[in-house]
């Protein structure tokens, strides 16, 4: 099954002020749909067109550097539209995520800035996480595309620290675009329904 541009679960104008309708437009409309051409093209060329996105992104890490970039970046950005509402963020998770977070990042205080952290010193570009690993949840980051699906974990909740992310929105101010994510944009129902997959 070739990769799709999903559309978004909201319209252009839905994230402002936290994310403009200008930075979606480029985001959504020019970046990830070049991740899907050049992922489709590129799975094509390796024999791997019938394959789930998943399936691409474990097969080609560390093989297949520019069919791995394509494929995991069209991957995160899938969730990382669904990662995020109108209305969304702030510390009113739902309660089976709540316990998790208090059992496994020390609550909703010490999660938010260990998150932010992790997506401030990513050098360059790239994510910042919450996934399952082992049955417990953890805080990571990773360069470009690279994501926990190849780290032997499932991640429930992602932040794009490319600059195309941010930019328009909070230029170089990478912390004050991280801190309106977590209070203002987390789609906090879409993380358990990760959450409970994982």
Same mark, same amino acid.
């Given at each position: 099954?070739?990769?799709?541009?999903?559309?978004?679960?909201?319209?252009?104008?839905?994230?402002?002020?936290?994310?403009?309708?200008?930075?979606?437009?480029?985001?959504?409309?020019?970046?990830? &749909?070049?991740? !899907?051409?050049?992922? /489709?093209?590129?799975?094509?060329?390796?024999?791997?067109?019938? @394959?789930?996105?998943?399936?691409?992104?474990?097969?080609?890490?560390?093989?297949?550097?520019?069919?791995?970039?394509?494929?995991?970046?069209?991957?995160?950005?899938?969730?990382?539209?669904?990662?995020? @509402?109108?209305?969304?963020?702030?510390? @009113?998770?739902?309660?089976?995520?709540? &316990?998790?977070?208090?059992?496994?990042?020390?609550?909703?205080?010490?999660?938010?800035?260990?998150?932010?952290?992790? =997506?401030?010193?990513?050098?360059?570009?790239?994510?910042?996480?919450?996934?399952?690993?082992? =049955?417990?949840?953890?805080?990571? &980051?990773?360069? /470009?595309?690279?994501?926990?699906?190849?780290?032997?974990?499932?991640?429930?909740?992602?932040?794009? !620290?490319?600059?195309?992310?941010?930019?328009?929105?909070?230029?170089?101010?990478?912390?004050?675009?991280?801190?309106?994510?977590?209070?203002?944009?987390?789609?906090?129902?879409?993380?358990?329904?990760?959450?409970?997959?994982?």
């Amino acid at each position: 099954m070739a990769f799709e541009l999903p559309p978004l679960p909201y319209d252009y104008e839905a994230l402002q002020p936290f994310m403009s309708k200008e930075t979606l437009e480029y985001h959504h409309d020019k970046h990830h &749909k070049a991740y !899907v051409d050049n992922g /489709n093209k590129l799975a094509a060329e390796a024999g791997m067109e019938g @394959k789930s996105v998943e399936e691409v992104v474990k097969a080609s890490f560390g093989k297949n550097a520019g069919l791995f970039n394509n494929a995991a970046q069209h991957y995160n950005h899938i969730h990382f539209w669904k990662w995020m @509402k109108k209305g969304g963020g702030g510390n @009113k998770l739902p309660a089976k995520l709540q &316990k998790a977070v208090d059992s496994d990042l020390g609550g909703y205080d010490k999660f938010k800035a260990d998150f932010i952290a992790a =997506g401030t010193t990513q050098f360059g570009s790239g994510w910042a996480w919450v996934s399952v690993k082992d =049955g417990k949840l953890e805080i990571s &980051k990773t360069p /470009n595309g690279e994501n926990p699906l190849v780290h032997g974990a499932s991640p429930i909740l992602g932040v794009d !620290v490319w600059e195309h992310s941010y930019y328009i929105d909070y230029r170089n101010a990478r912390p004050k675009y991280l801190e309106a994510f977590v209070d203002s944009l987390i789609n906090w129902d879409y993380v358990l329904e990760m959450y409970e997959k994982a």
